[in-house]
């Protein structure tokens, strides 16, 4: 199982643009990063995998967030872009040694905690306005 960390997360400003990274130690094939609001379902935003770098974002996020990955530093990347007081949340990076996370799958298939056996321990976002 691999072993993930957040960091990134903090305190930022309506407006400003936010990179939240996921550090992994081990093997995995795609890597997801969900939000969780209070009160909320924890959702799915965006993936990626590691082999050829085909990646989802999810409608929520689409046009304002990139997400990225480094094989040599095993380390996926989101970044934020015009942050809103919507986005406060605890973003959890998540992967999975089998999933391969692409459109096609998404196409009948809304992304699913479940989905993924390894998960970080969370970093908090919090937008003033």
């Known amino acids: 199982q691999v072993q993930l960390v957040e960091s990134g997360g903090g305190l930022v400003q309506t407006g400003d643009s936010l990179t939240l990274s996921c550090k992994a130690s081990?093997?995995?094939?795609?890597i997801a990063w969900f939000r969780q609001a209070p009160g909320k379902e924890r959702e799915g935003i965006s993936c990626?995998?590691?082999?050829?770098?085909?990646?989802y974002l999810a409608n929520s996020v689409r046009g304002r967030s990139t997400i990225s990955r480094d094989n040599d530093k095993d380390t996926v990347s989101l970044r934020m872009d015009s942050v809103t007081p919507e986005n406060p949340a605890v973003y959890y990076c998540a992967a999975d040694s089998m999933l391969y996370c692409d459109n096609d799958w998404l196409q009948d298939h809304k992304m699913s905690p479940k989905d993924f056996t390894s998960w970080g321990q969370g970093t908090q976002v919090t937008v003033s306005s």
């Open positions: 990626i995998n590691r082999s050829d770098g085909t990646k």
């Open positions: 081990g093997f995995y094939n795609a």
